[in-house]
Each structure stands twice: as structure tokens, then as C-alpha cells.
């Protein structure tokens, strides 16, 4: 069997001819003779047959261009509206979401190979409140055509489609020029003709795509004899047939350049923690949107991972790339050094509105190890410049992780943290015993004790106390009682050391609370934010710092040694400063506090299941601790191959820590894959 090839059809402005288009390439593609299915994904101005069936009036357009192929509507509404009018006007709802399980019901039960999907208008005709036809196309990864009635305005609206698709990663294949209606006779006809004539050349040119052909204005067309219409439809397919033959030609989708993907990933390619020789094959991803990450074949996968911790608030959200849209129009980047510019502002002076009180300053950094690195040196800085040489050590937890570059290696859990390889040769930190007083459970002041016997022994020589607030994450997703990091707060300053929060995890609302040291009403004197920072668009850190600090390492004209490259780049900046203000409506509070909610619920069975030594929640963070280190290859099979969702456990971890956006019924399906996996032992 051929390929399959997926083409979406869309018109520029909302004038017929896209049915036209869709018929007719069906009809050449059928003589090129692929297996044909043309599907309208949603038919608006339906009408009732005599029978009572509702029929889809494009779709009997398709029946009679080419009665051959395999043509279907998938979702029909009454109203000859835009479809969100008229699903409203009807009581319906139709989602992306939906529209693509339909299109894979469909796809299944055809057995078609070539498959033709009409637009209803526009590209951004609107599916409901807030999804477009453009969302439903970006996530099936198909060719796009343009169909451009041929008038006046053609160029215009045509450059507008091609710019809007290629902004969501669509490269269009090409458009068509569609004549609408017969040129007047005489001199206004001469320059009608020439409009017409000059239209495709320009949007050729200026959009940088291919005129796949001219249909010629038929009169009535689908009013005539049979035997006109049939020639009608035979000359209208003859003109698009090389355009038929092009879209069947190999492509990205085909399943050699797929496997050459896997093939080259697997060979030359560097995952996180593994090594190329012993690498199990990847999944593609060729798009993500909205909770789901969408496989190469087609499928959806819920995202029960935010992309380690991230994607806060989903994937695709339209906000953050505007604003990364805009801002690499105006200027993607520019050395910080000696220049700055309104993103870094903004931020800046919106992050200092929402931090712990008494956090002044801000350094940018690239990503949350870098951060770290950066807070470490601030710290050693500072105790230097205040004349304190013998505080040189930093003190951190067992059970801690802070990151992979040398310097925040040193202040991971030494012996169960991924870096006890490098024992010896980082530098000697001092660690405190992970804090054994859970989150949910009464706090004495024993908690702190041994905390307190290390900052009395060895206080002198400790510059600084780093911790990961609330929540240790990727050293065991360990949940500690908020007194424990108020008592540490007071032992820093009892010791004269700084208090430095890793809320690269926990911050921008994990933990139910925007930053988990809210928990403890207490404030850092540095602090680090990444991941979610930029809505889990593009890498950015930041590093915030109180005026002491900042004073302290400015002595005597002291600076800080450090400044990277790609350091405040305007673009994450950008699309930091939109995730800010998504957090800023205040809506992730109670989307986190359902997730808690449904997490607890979801997860509560496995209490009961053999193998399992704790289940805790906190905020939208789901955690199932294994008595055993668990079977992360077959359980992430299982997980996609049984569930279509997308969890990674580690160790002896299983976890879920998804999108704030994720529905109730896709938080439904994470937590019944992780029973599901427990309970049939599927993690042995
Ligand atoms: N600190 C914490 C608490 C983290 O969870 C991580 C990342 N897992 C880091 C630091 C390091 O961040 P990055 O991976 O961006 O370097």
C-alpha cells in the first residue's frame, strides 16, 4: 500500500471553491489511483433529506466529482455559520481534540491512502471559544493547499494564510487559483484580466510557494446535465492532476524518513542520562498542544510530565508564542553586556513584584544548573568580599539535586544522586541528612536536630545552606514539613550564612502555593528560577538576589565573575514575561488545587497494591514510591503503548506532574495507567 498522505485544503478568505479544489483532487488523485477519502471535519448549512438523514452539501459535491472515492463529514451542524456559532446555536462542542479521535476513527475504517481534509473558511476560523481550523490542521502534521479565489485582494489575503500557517510550523505545498467568476467584457474586463493574471505570479513570489494550478470559472457547475458536469469535473481534475501527482510524492511523512529519524537519533544522538550505545529507541515528537504530545504515527500522547516540570501551562499556548513571534521579529538577541532592553525589564520588574520579600536583584542565566552555578559563586563571593575566607563550604541535603554542571553537582545527595562517579573531584560540600519529617505529618523539633548539631560544629565554615524548598524533586520527589525550612532559615542567620532556594522545580505554582518557600513564609537571600519560568518554551534562569548580597560582592569594587553569551536573551525574556501573566489571572490556583484533587483520588487505590511503599500528593505533583527500583523501559511502553499517555518514571519512582491545563478526563487517564501498571505488575 501507498504512503498516506494527509493533505488539508483551506481557503485564504471564505468564498466558495474550496469544495471545488477538495472534489476535483480527489478525482485526480483517484486517477492516480491512490485510495481516495475526502472528509469535511466540520459541515455547517446541513439540510435534512426527505428521509430525515442531515446531509453535508460538500460531501455530495465530492459524491459527484468522484463517485469512487470515500468521502465523510464529521461533525454536521445546521446553522450555515462559522462552527463555533453554529455547534453553540445547537448545544455542541466540537475540540480539536475530538475532531482528531473522529479522523483517526475514520482514517482506520477507509483503509484510504490519500486523504483530503476541507477547511470551513479560513485557517483561522474559529472551532469553539478558543481553538481555530488552524490548531486542528497543526496538529495532524499533513500538507497544506491554499485555495485562492482569484480577485481583487487574493494577494493580500493569501500572503496573510501563508504567514499565519508558517507560524505554526505548517509549510503550505502550494495554493490554487480558483476563478470565482467570468472576467466583464471590454476594457474592465482587460483589467480584470490582468489582476487575475498578476495575482498568482506575486503571491507565488512573495510567498515563496507554487501556483499548483488555475480551475476555470464552470457557471452553475454543479447545476448542470450530467454529461456537462461530468466533463466540468474531468477538466478540473486534468488541471490539478501534476499538483495530485506532487502531494502523492515522497514526503516527511513517509515512514523511510521516519525510521531514518529513529536510525540517526539512535546512532549519533545524546539523551539525557543514557548513553548512546545502550539508547532504546526514541518516540518523535512532531507537535505538542495542550496537554498531549503528538507521535509521528498520529497518536496523542497525555502529557503526565510538563517536559520535567516546565510546560505549566501546556503546550502551544497561543500567548507565549505571540510573544515569541513578536519578539524575533524585533530582535531575537543582543549582547547584555553594555545593552539592555524592555523584555529584560519587564521581567525583571514583574518577577521582584512577585518574589519573596527583600529579593532586589537579578541575574539571567541559561538554565538551572548555570543558575545554580551562579547563586554558589554569588554566596562564596559575598562571604569573601565581607571578609569571611574560611566560609568556603556549602551546605546541602541528602536526597538533594540541583543540577548537572560541576558545581551543582557538588551539592547533590553525594551518594544516591546520579553524580557519586565524580566523588573526589568536585568540590567538598557538607551535607545534612534529608529531612525525614514529612510534609503532611506533625513537626517536632527533633526535625531540625542534626540540621542544628552541623551549623554548630561546622557553621564557620558554611558560606551558604542550599535547598530545594518544600519539595526535593529529581533526588527522590520528597515532600518535607514547611517548619523544617523555617528553622533553616533561622540557623542561617544565626550563623551568619545565606539562604540560597532552588525553586527551579517547585516554582511558578507546582506546589500549590507560586513559590513552594510560601509554605514557610520565609525568604531566601538567593534564589533560582528556571523550567516553568518561560512556560516551558525556550531555556531561561534567573538568579535573585537581596540588596546584602549584591552590596556585599560590590565591595570595594568587587564583581561577579560571571556573564554568558546568550545571558537576559530578549526572546525568553519575552516569553517569560507571557507566562507571568497567564500565572498572573490567578487560574492556575484552582486548576493546581483539581489536580491535587483528582491525583488524589486517582492514585488512592494503589495504597493497596503490592510493591508500593508510599503514595503523596502535593499540589499537581503525584508521586508513587516503589519499594523497588521499577522497569522504566517496559512500564514507558505500557504507559504509551496501552494508554497513550506519557509518564517517566525513575528509579523507584513513578510520578505525575501534568500540564495545569490537563482536563479532568486526561488526568483520569494518567492516574488509571499508573494503577493499571501497578496493580498488573507491569513495573516488575
Ligand atoms: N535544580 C532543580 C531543583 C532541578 O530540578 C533541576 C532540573 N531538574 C535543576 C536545578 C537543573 O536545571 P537544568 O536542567 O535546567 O540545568
Redesign the pocket.
Same mark, same amino acid.
Given at each position: 500500500m501507498a504512503e498516506l498522505r494527509l493533505i488539508c485544503v483551506c481557503g485564504t478568505d471564505t468564498g466558495v471553491g474550496k469544495t471545488v479544489l477538495c472534489a476535483a483532487l480527489a478525482r485526480a488523485a483517484h486517477a492516480l489511483g491512490r485510495g481516495v477519502l475526502a472528509v469535511k471535519p466540520v459541515q455547517t448549512g446541513c439540510y435534512e433529506a426527505p428521509g430525515g438523514e442531515l446531509l453535508a452539501p460538500d460531501v455530495e459535491v465530492y459524491r459527484q466529482a468522484c463517485p469512487q472515492a470515500q468521502s465523510a463529514a464529521l461533525v454536521t451542524l445546521r446553522a450555515p455559520a462559522s462552527p463555533h456559532l453554529a455547534a453553540r446555536l445547537e448545544g455542541r462542542d466540537i475540540s480539536v481534540a475530538g475532531l482528531n479521535l473522529d479522523l483517526r476513527a475514520c482514517l482506520d475504517q477507509s483503509g484510504a491512502d490519500f486523504v483530503l481534509l476541507e477547511g470551513a473558511g479560513g485557517l483561522l476560523t474559529p472551532l469553539n471559544e478558543e481553538e481555530s481550523l488552524l490548531d486542528f490542521f497543526a496538529c495532524l502534521d499533513a500538507s497544506l493547499v491554499l485555495a485562492v479565489p482569484n480577485r481583487l485582494g487574493a494577494i493580500n489575503h493569501a500572503l496573510l494564510s501563508i504567514e499565519a500557517a508558517r507560524g505554526r510550523g505548517i509549510e503550505p505545498c502550494g495554493f490554487v487559483l480558483l476563478n470565482a467568476s467570468a472576467p466583464a467584457s471590454g476594457r474592465e474586463g482587460d483589467l480584470e484580466r490582468r489582476i487575475h493574471g498578476d495575482n498568482g505570479a506575486i503571491i507565488s513570489r512573495r510567498g515563496a510557494l507554487p501556483c499548483l494550478g488555475e480551475l476555470p470559472f464552470v457557471p452553475g457547475l454543479l447545476a448542470l446535465d450530467a454529461r456537462r458536469r461530468e466533463r466540468a469535473w474531468e477538466k478540473a481534475s486534468g488541471v490539478l492532476s501534476a499538483a495530485a501527482a506532487a502531494l502523492c510524492a515522497p514526503c516527511r511523512a513517509d515512514t523511510a524518513y521516519a525510521a531514518s529519524i529513529l536510525d540517526f537519533d539512535r546512532e549519533h544522538l545524546w539523551h539525557p542520562y543514557s548513553s548512546p550505545a545502550l539508547q532504546p529507541r526514541a518516540y518523535e515528537a512532531v507537535r505538542a498542544r495542550g496537554a498531549s504530545i503528538i507521535l509521528r504515527d498520529g497518536r496523542f500522547l497525555v502529557d503526565g510530565m510538563s517536559s520535567?516540570?516546565c510546560a505549566a501551562h501546556g503546550y502551544g499556548r497561543a500567548e507565549l508564542l505571540q510573544s515569541l513571534r513578536g519578539q524575533a521579529g524585533r530582535m531575537p538577541h543582543v549582547m547584555f553586556g553594555g545593552f539592555t532592553h524592555a523584555p529584560a525589564v519587564d521581567l525583571g520588574r514583574r518577577l521582584l513584584e512577585i518574589a519573596p520579600a527583600g529579593l532586589e536583584k537579578i541575574f539571567y542565566a541559561d538554565?538551572?544548573?548555570?543558575a545554580?552555578e551562579v547563586a554558589l559563586k554569588m554566596a562564596l563571593q559575598y562571604q569573601m568580599a565581607l571578609g569571611r575566607p574560611e566560609k568556603k563550604r556549602i551546605l546541602a541535603l541528602r536526597g538533594a539535586?540541583?543540577?548537572?554542571t560541576l558545581g !551543582?553537582m557538588s551539592v547533590c545527595d553525594p551518594v544516591n544522586g546520579m553524580h557519586s562517579l565524580f566523588q573526589g573531584v568536585l568540590p567538598e560540600q557538607i551535607f545534612a541528612p534529608r529531612p525525614e519529617c514529612r510534609f503532611d505529618a506533625l513537626y517536632t523539633s527533633q526535625s531540625a536536630q542534626e540540621l542544628e548539631n552541623i551549623f554548630k560544629v561546622r557553621g564557620r565554615e558554611i558560606a551558604a545552606l542550599i535547598l530545594?524548598p518544600i519539595v526535593q524533586?529529581?533526588g527522590g520527589m520528597w515532600f518535607y514539613h514547611p517548619d523544617y525550612l523555617y528553622r533553616a532559615r533561622e540557623l542561617c542567620l544565626e550563623h551568619g550564612c545565606l539562604l540560597i532556594l532552588?525553586e527551579? !522545580?517547585t516554582g511558578f505554582g507546582r506546589t500549590g502555593r507560586l513559590f513552594a518557600c510560601e509554605w514557610a513564609r520565609v525568604s531566601p537571600d538567593i534564589m533560582?528560577l528556571?523550567?516553568a519560568l518561560t512556560g516551558g518554551v525556550i531555556?531561561l534562569?534567573a538568579v535573585l538576589a537581596s540588596d546584602a548580597v549584591a552590596e556585599g560582592i560590590s565591595r570595594r569594587g568587587g564583581i561577579l565573575m560571571h556573564g554568558p553569551t546568550f545571558m537576559a536573551n530578549p526572546l525568553a525574556c519575552a516569553v517569560a514575561g507571557a507566562s507571568l501573566d497567564i500565572l498572573g489571572s490567578g487560574e492556575w490556583r484552582d486548576r493546581v488545587l483539581g489536580i491535587e484533587a483528582g491525583l488524589r483520588l486517582g492514585l488512592e487505590p494503589c495504597k493497596g497494591f503490592g510493591g508500593v511503599a508510599d503514595v503523596r500528593v502535593l499540589g499537581a505533583i503525584g508521586v508513587l514510591e516503589m519499594e523497588r527500583p521499577v522497569n522504566v523501559q517496559r512500564l514507558v511502553r505500557y504507559f504509551v503503548e496501552e494508554h497513550g499517555v506519557w509518564i517517566r518514571p525513575f528509579n523507584r519512582l513513578i510520578y505525575l506532574m501534568p500540564p495545569y491545563i490537563i482536563s479532568k478526563e486526561e488526568l483520569a487517564r494518567l492516574t488509571v495507567a499508573v494503577c493499571g501498571a501497578v496493580r498488573e505488575g507491569w513495573w516488575i
Open positions: 520535567w516540570w538554565s538551572g544548573s548555570v545554580v539535586y540541583h543540577g548537572d !551543582a530545594e524533586g529529581a532552588d527551579i !522545580a533560582c528556571g523550567k531555556t534562569s
